[in-house]
């Protein structure tokens, strides 16, 4: 190992440029302050913002384990293989399909939050506990979570840090009292780790502990009865740690390909670690996505050739520093050209199976994906929406090849797991319906009273060969920014969660916001970008044409202009009153109960709204559609992140992450969750400071 100084942060980018909340350390750690260099698209194309969508909700999914049938609950109801090929791919409970508008988890909302208390706050008649927090220990041999003794060998055995993408899934035979929970580690903030002395004398050691801290975890959750909450168990059989060393298989065209051989691997087919894991998805078969979002920041790369530009691929050190322990992180060195080729896709883990091996899917493209979430179309077709989380970049669409079987077979299964290594991939190009002059970058309504008009998505690679002009299939997915460049995709201005509703079959993608649209040298307001300088983000709603998700038009329209209405005089909730909503800024992930309504969780950058990050309901049809009501708040300089809502249950899950960030070791800003009381000493397993969690929600009457 090469030693060097510990990280600091001397010098941070976006220091000073940051609005309400969102913390400079997040710009450095998360994503590389991506938003203090050039925008990576310098291509010609027309601006858009987010509009994708996955049809599957990850709550209505459903997957087979090797003993038999995997429910995986939507909000307490159950979604079949067979009611999903039956509705069209909808997968609806048969409440769902009932009609049902009124969900049982009724509250009264919560008042927003400022910014600087560091308080879990969730409404009147619940209460909250995490079901598993950074370090606990997974396996029997793992050592209890010690902040004083940290090492990369007792952070493999224990469940990582800053958790995001979450999904609970009942295990079959259990009448809903064992459950298996997958988690997403996507970065560390060793600043808050480790003192700052120890960091400087140990580098190396920090590095170490850094990566074994970052991955996927699968870990088993019992409990007593429905009505009781989640605690995860120690040593549970299904347990899992996903770390930077584990071999992931390469699928699709693109494997196997020149793109994707190095000295380490030159079958380009196995690829070891995942790493900016963000959102993610449950497929109908009871596997999980996730996307690999920032991975840019972990390399360093000459950042001259046109691949690197695109991906935001720089000469620089990394952000985490491990090209100093291991060469693969650094491009530059012979035979490690194509390591950053081989990050930036959708990961697919089978929770049920510890045994299996980890997917890399190339036939959905490569980027900093967000997530995916799968709908099965009428056809039979698996079909994945998955976003470009970056400014002024796309929207993609991907249909399989093969058909998705509804039988309950092992075989059957096994099938389904192969879907998507072979499909049909798009871009998305959009059209707003109102004359340019009357969008004015206000947020002002057009004259017909609402943003919205119609959209199709352009082909990349349809039927096994490139509909990209000079690009073979492997280029076009490896270097798939490029290739819809080339196709004159609409830029947009970073993709986050999209969902499909499994009540209506709509799709709503959350836009998280585009501080840079009305810039001088950047696009102004169109009409699905409605505001120049968009801090706050809107919501997009998606109709596929025919309500067939494997077609090539829809129409969109944007569900709400987030904002406090208090203080912001241009946002929109399709009519509700402004007056009447909960004050509501970046929206990042989405999920649905078990009625159809949205749920939103937010992350950062609320600019004048200066409140915490939450998660909040939306109603959608109906007399109060845009109504917004506050369910929680998460504590200071926290992400709401991965949210699953339970509601015949009256359970809601979120994960916090990154709670306290602009604090440090010595001088902490968040004492979240365990809160020990000042002039206290932390009890075995506990840390006086803040570790990110997956925290559950709970009716207490």
């Not at 036939?363 to 099965?376: M, P, V, Y």
């Not at 929207?395 to 389904?416: I, P």
């Not at 902490?668 to 969690?693: E, H, I, L, T």
Request: proline letters at 7%; aromatic letters at 8%; one cysteine or more.
């Amino acid at each position: 190992m090469s030693e060097s100084p510990a990280r600091t942060f001397p010098l941070l980018p976006m220091l000073g440029h940051t609005k309400g909340k969102r913390s400079p350390v997040t710009c450095a750690l998360k994503c590389d302050n991506a938003c203090a260099s050039p925008a990576c698209n310098t291509s010609s194309n027309s601006y858009f913002r987010d509009i994708a969508s996955a049809a599957m909700s990850r709550r209505a999914a459903l997957g087979f384990g090797a003993a038999g049938a995997l429910a995986v609950v939507l909000g307490g109801n159950l979604a079949t293989a067979e009611g999903a090929a039956a509705d069209g791919g909808a997968g609806l409970s048969a409440a769902a399909t009932a009609g049902l508008t009124t969900s049982k988890l009724s509250f009264t909302p919560i008042a927003p939050v400022d910014y600087t208390v560091d308080e879990f706050t969730v409404p009147e008649g619940y209460a909250w506990r995490p079901i598993i927090r950074w370090g606990d220990p997974l396996f029997n041999d793992a050592p209890d979570f010690d902040p004083a003794a940290l090492s990369a060998e007792a952070q493999a055995r224990q469940f990582g840090y800053n958790n995001d993408y979450s999904d609970i899934i009942e295990l079959p035979g259990s009448k809903g009292r064992r459950a298996v929970m997958f988690a997403n580690h996507e970065y560390t903030n060793e600043n808050l780790m480790f003192p700052a002395a120890e960091a400087a004398a140990d580098p190396a050691r920090v590095r170490a502990v850094a990566r074994a801290a970052q991955g996927l975890t699968v870990v088993e959750l019992e409990r007593r009865n429905k009505n009781q909450p989640w605690s995860y168990v120690k040593g549970a059989p299904l347990n899992r740690r996903f770390l930077t060393e584990t071999e992931y298989q390469l699928t699709g065209p693109a494997a196997g390909s020149a793109l994707l051989k190095t000295v380490a691997d030159p079958s380009g087919r196995r690829p070891k670690g995942t790493i900016g894991n963000c959102s993610g998805g449950t497929t109908p078969w009871g596997t999980i996505l996730s996307g690999e979002e920032n991975f840019q920041g972990y390399f360093r790369a000459p950042g001259t050739s046109d691949g690197d530009k695109r991906y935001g691929l720089k000469d620089k050190q990394s952000t985490f520093g491990w090209e100093l322990d291991d060469p693969r992180w650094d491009t530059r060195n012979p035979g490690y050209e194509n390591e950053a080729n081989r990050f930036g896709w959708i990961v697919e883990v089978d929770p049920m199976d510890p045994t299996s091996t980890p997917k890399k899917h190339t036939s959905l493209g490569r980027l900093k994906h967000e997530g995916a979430n799968i709908q099965i179309a009428a056809n039979g077709k698996a079909v994945a929406y998955t976003g470009d989380d970056e400014r002024f970049d796309y929207l993609y669409k991907f249909v399989s090849k093969g058909t998705f079987r509804t039988g309950t077979t092992v075989a059957d299964r096994e099938l389904n797991k192969t879907l998507l290594h072979e499909g049909d991939l798009y871009v998305a190009q959009f059209t707003g319906d109102s004359p340019v002059s009357e969008i004015t970058g206000t947020g002002a309504l057009p004259s017909d009273g609402s943003f919205d008009g119609t959209g199709r998505w352009l082909p990349l690679v349809v039927n096994g060969a490139s509909a990209v002009a000079g690009m073979t299939v492997a280029e076009v997915l490896v270097y798939t920014r490029l290739a819809a460049d080339k196709a004159g995709a609409t830029k947009m201005d970073r993709c986050e969660d999209v969902q499909p509703n499994p009540a209506t079959g709509k799709v709503y993608v959350a836009c998280t916001n585009n501080s840079d649209r009305g810039k001088v040298g950047k696009e102004g307001a169109t009409e699905i970008n409605p505001r120049n300088l968009n801090r706050d983000g809107h919501v997009v709603e998606i109709i596929e044409d025919g309500g067939d998700q494997t077609a090539t038009t829809f129409t969109w329209n944007l569900l709400l202009v987030a904002g406090d209405p208090a203080k912001n005089t241009s946002t929109y909730f399709s009519g509700y009153p402004a007056d009447k909503v909960s004050p509501i800024s970046c929206p990042d992930n989405l999920a649905f109960d078990s009625v159809g309504n949205l749920w939103i969780s937010t992350d950062g950058a609320p600019g004048v709204i200066g409140y915490n990050d939450g998660l909040f309901k939306v109603t959608l049809e109906g007399p109060e559609r845009g109504k917004v009501e506050q369910f929680l708040s998460v504590p200071r300089d926290a992400e709401t992140c991965g949210p699953i809502v339970h509601d015949e249950e009256r359970h809601v899950f979120v994960s916090v992450q990154h709670p306290g960030e602009e604090g440090s070791y010595e001088a902490p800003n968040s004492y979240f969750p365990d809160y020990v009381p000042a002039g206290s000493q932390a009890k075995p397993g506990q840390f006086k400071g803040p570790r990110p969690a997956v925290v559950q929600v709970y009716r207490v009457d």
